[in-house]
Structure formats: structure tokens, C-alpha cells
């Protein structure tokens, strides 16, 4: 059968566009680790754990370390959520927190031609109503000799937190933040998310202490 020109210009430009990477795919999720200073931390913890919403996340613990893989959305509601309830018990707790995202060295995703990295819309998180302090850093893992601008959306993370009333100071490797845990993580999370949007890789690590007995006292 003869195709018309019609028919030839149709099916020249019926082209179909790959179909958006997933978070999964594009390695998106976190890993960490709870500690609760008190003789009844595996209650505490183990409850902790279960009282979060699960829903579109894949969630797997071990001996060492829980793995949680979504979107960042639900996972930073998912480390809120757990942390709160651990930290409602009144027990001296804190949080070793790696976020990860962009196709680390598990996984193997081609991104579109011409496309150095993917972003993602910033989150937004609902009060915890529990106060935390925090140690937090960020990586941008330059793989590849990427020239990607990764210190403005950094130095832009953390102006976000002064604005926030987040930052606490500067310490040895780490911006010192202070504040509702939700408010934390939401600072650490959208500058991690601002970075990875020039640089395909790249994580960030928290530690968090909530319930301290030691008197805060900062310095700078």
C-alpha cells in the first residue's frame, strides 16, 4: 500500500517519548540508623518503625541500618515521622541520616541525551513539634569531570537555613542546624534536591540528636 504524504508526515513525528524515570531508578532514597540511649531502645525503636506510613516506599532493615527508597517527598516524611515518634518517648535518641540520589554506583541509568542531571520539586513538611539539633553536610559527587555550578545551590541551602532560622553555626565539616526536626530535615533535604538538579550524584549525611541531657552551648 502507497503511504501519502500525510500519512508519512504523521508517522514521522508519531514518536514516543521515553517514559519518566522513577525515583527508584534514578537511586533516590535514604539509609539510616536509630539509636536510642535506653534499656528499652528496641521497644522504642521497633515501634517507631512500625507507626510510620510505609505506603510507596520500599523499606528494608537489617542488624545495622534501615534502607528506605521512594520519592524524596515520602521519604523525608518517612524519617520525620519515625524519628518523631522515637523521640516522643523522651529518651536521649539520634539519627545517622544518608540521603542519596542519582544513579549511584548499585544502579545504571541513561539519562536523556543531553541531560546532566535530574532535579526534583522541593519538599514541604508538616511540623514534627519535637526540637532537634543536627550536624549536616553535603556532597556533590562529580563523576566524570562534570562541571556542573554545584557551590551556588549549596552556598543557596544554606542562606535557605539562616532564612529558615535553622542554622545553628559552622563546625568541622558539618553547618550546625537547630530547630523543629521537620523544619531540619525539610532544609537539608531541598538543598540536596537543589544540588542534585546540576550534579547527577549526590548525597548528603545528618546527624541528629534529639532529648539531650547535655546543656547546648554553641560555639560561633
Not at 10 to 34: E, H, K, N
Not at 37 to 66: G, N, P, Q
Not at 68 to 86: M, P
Amino acid at each position: 500500500m502507497t503511504q501519502t504524504p500525510a500519512a508519512a508526515a504523521t508517522a514521522d513525528t508519531d514518536v514516543v517519548s521515553p517514559a519518566p524515570m522513577t525515583p527508584s531508578q534514578y537511586g533516590v532514597g535514604a539509609r539510616f540508623t536509630l539509636s536510642v540511649y535506653d534499656s528499652d531502645y528496641v521497644r522504642i525503636i521497633l515501634e517507631a518503625l512500625s507507626a510510620a506510613d510505609a505506603s510507596e516506599l520500599t523499606i528494608e532493615t537489617t542488624d545495622i541500618s534501615t534502607f528506605v527508597g521512594g520519592s524524596e517527598q515520602r521519604v523525608l516524611e518517612f524519617l520525620r515521622d519515625v524519628i518523631t515518634t522515637a523521640a516522643r518517648s523522651g529518651a536521649h535518641l539520634s539519627a545517622g541520616i544518608l540521603l542519596s540520589r542519582g544513579c549511584p554506583g548499585e544502579l545504571a541509568c541513561e539519562l536523556p541525551a543531553g541531560v546532566a542531571a535530574l532535579g526534583a520539586a522541593p519538599i514541604a513538611l508538616a511540623p514534627a513539634g519535637v526540637r532537634a539539633r543536627a550536624h549536616w553536610s553535603l556532597y556533590p559527587l562529580l563523576d566524570g569531570g562534570s562541571t556542573g555550578d554545584h557551590m551556588t545551590p549549596i552556598y543557596a541551602a544554606i542562606a535557605d537555613a539562616k532564612t529558615a532560622g535553622v542554622y545553628s553555626g559552622s563546625d568541622h565539616f558539618a553547618t550546625r542546624l537547630d530547630g523543629d526536626l521537620a523544619e531540619l530535615l525539610e532544609v537539608a533535604a531541598n538543598g540536596w534536591i537543589g544540588v542534585g538538579g546540576v550534579v547527577q550524584h549526590v548525597t548528603t549525611h545528618l546527624t541528629v540528636s534529639l532529648n539531650s541531657p547535655t546543656k547546648i552551648s554553641d560555639i560561633g
